[in-house]
């Protein structure tokens, strides 16, 4: 709250700075400065909200909250000045106006956050917590949430036996949970008992190697990460379906003319079908069928796929969560599938209403059955074209963790996260980290 507040405040001063005094014969083409104030508040919260900035966790990483910080001034800089093109002022503004109140706005931006929340934090109240270690491992997690005091973390009480904590959460005391367990059925247990009775920050080396997650905080490489337990609210539900509907109809437009040239390429290269059909598991367990333009060879043995999801799963926990030389895959399909354009026919089936832009990727029957009880969490949404996974971790990373990061999008799910992930969509395809 604190940081929105010196958010509205130094907003509104640097606009009122910026026209009143370094803007000398341009402030009567604003009409109305207090309209400007306005947009350019909105511009500001509605951007810093999007980056996460206004989460207290990001104060746990000092060079994390320097560049979202940063990442929220450039966002804002762009967005105002498509404000000012829409509404017919940017002509009267020349280049060194605009640098001027940017540099104004980061100014007053930079000093609040690194000079003035600081200072008042250490006379604010501190938000009591409890420090959950079942091993007995946690001074280095405490000494670091400790050392950032600007988070207004205080740790109350640290304890190892699950039973002594009843009387905190039943007072709505927040839990850092910091396991050093090797199996992931007792971290999921562990993170699972405070399931909508307390928000959770999680910390556990089994998360090490997920690296780059915006929401998330990181110490000594290992995530820290932060469970809220978000349900499906009514205003949840219809925002998502409208985000759907407006964003695939927007996509088929778009990418149409890859459609046809991917279809031209199919045919061109390998004999059958320009689309693959594939019975795919839903929410709930629910089957449907999938469309994707086809990336094999017609007619190939799907038992080697079969073998290497048991042993995924099942198996080697570090062996990543892809197929890879698959030798059923067309040289055209490699390039279809490095781009992700082999899965563009799924935006029917978000019309149809199987899938959702964004949510977990629908499993084959084969891979569901040898699911334990845990990995079945990331069925209870709907599946989804894109998503945390497909973001942040696509083919490099192994299964536990993979379903780990859908566990996280279906427990934290919100509209911004949603916005915020098909934003980074774009980018993780272009860039083709992790896929294959």
């Known amino acids: 709250m604190l940081l929105l507040l010196f958010d509205l405040l130094f907003a509104s001063t640097s606009i009122l700075l910026f026209y009143n005094f ?14 400007e104030i306005i947009i350019f508040n909105l511009i500001v919260i509605g951007v810093f909200a999007y980056i996460d900035s206004y989460n207290y966790l990001v104060f746990l990483n000092r060079f994390r909250y320097v560049y979202r910080t940063l990442k929220g001034i450039g966002y804002t800089f762009v967005f105002y000045l498509g404000w000012l093109w829409v509404s017919n002022s940017l ?28 200072l008042f934090s250490m006379f604010l109240p501190r938000r009591k917590m409890v420090l959950y270690a079942p091993e ?8 670091w ?26 007072k709505g005391y927040p839990v850092i949970i910091s396991t050093f367990t090797k199996k992931w059925k007792i971290l999921i247990d562990e993170l699972f008992y405070f399931k909508g009775k307390v928000p959770v920050i999680l ?23 932060y469970f809220r337990w978000s349900g499906e609210s009514q205003i949840y539900r219809i925002g998502k379906k409208l985000i759907d509907i407006t964003g695939t109809i927007l996509a088929i437009i778009l990418f149409a003319p890859f459609m046809i040239i991917a279809a031209i390429g199919i045919k061109l290269t390998s004999r059958g079908s320009v689309f693959f059909i594939q019975e795919r598991v839903g929410r709930g367990g629910k089957v449907f069928k999938m469309i994707k333009f086809r990336s094999m060879h017609e007619s190939v043995d799907d038992e080697p796929h079969k073998e290497f999801m048991k042993d995924c799963i099942n198996g080697s926990s570090e062996k990543v969560f892809k197929y890879m030389d ?16 082999d899965e563009i026919p799924q935006f029917f ?14 499993p084959l029957d084969y891979e569901v059955k040898q699911y334990s009880d845990w ?27 993979s379903c780990f990061l859908d566990i996280y999008y279906v427990e934290n799910k919100s509209l911004c996260l949603d916005i915020h992930l098909l934003a980074q969509t774009p980018q993780a395809i272009v860039l083709g980290k992790g896929a294959y």
């Open 22 to 35: 370094f803007s000398e014969g341009i402030q009567e083409s604003v009409e109305n400065i207090y309209l």
């Open 203 to 225: 910390y556990s080396p089994l998360l090490a190697g997920i690296d780059g997650v915006d929401y998330w905080g990181y110490f000594e490489g290992v995530p820290i990460v």
């Open 326 to 341: 698959d030798e059923r895959i067309t040289p055209w399909g490699k390039v279809l599938r490095k781009t992700s354009i």
């Open 91 to 118: 002509h009267t503004l020349n280049v060194y106006a605009i640098l001027m109140l940017f540099f104004i706005f980061s100014l007053l931006t930079y000093f609040s956050r690194m000079i003035i929340i600081p």
């Open 136 to 143: 007995g491992n946690y001074k280095n997690v405490k000494n």
């Open 375 to 401: 990995h079945g969490e990331r069925l209870s949404v709907k599946q989804g074209i894109s998503g945390v996974w497909q973001v942040f971790g696509r083919a490099r990373l192994p299964f536990v963790q």
């Open 145 to 170: 949430i400790d050392g950032h005091t600007v988070s207004g973390i205080n740790i109350t009480k640290i304890l190892r036996d699950k039973e002594e904590i009843g009387d905190y959460v039943e």
């Open 349 to 362: 089936n978000v019309l149809k209403g199987d899938l959702s832009l964004v949510g977990p990727r629908p």
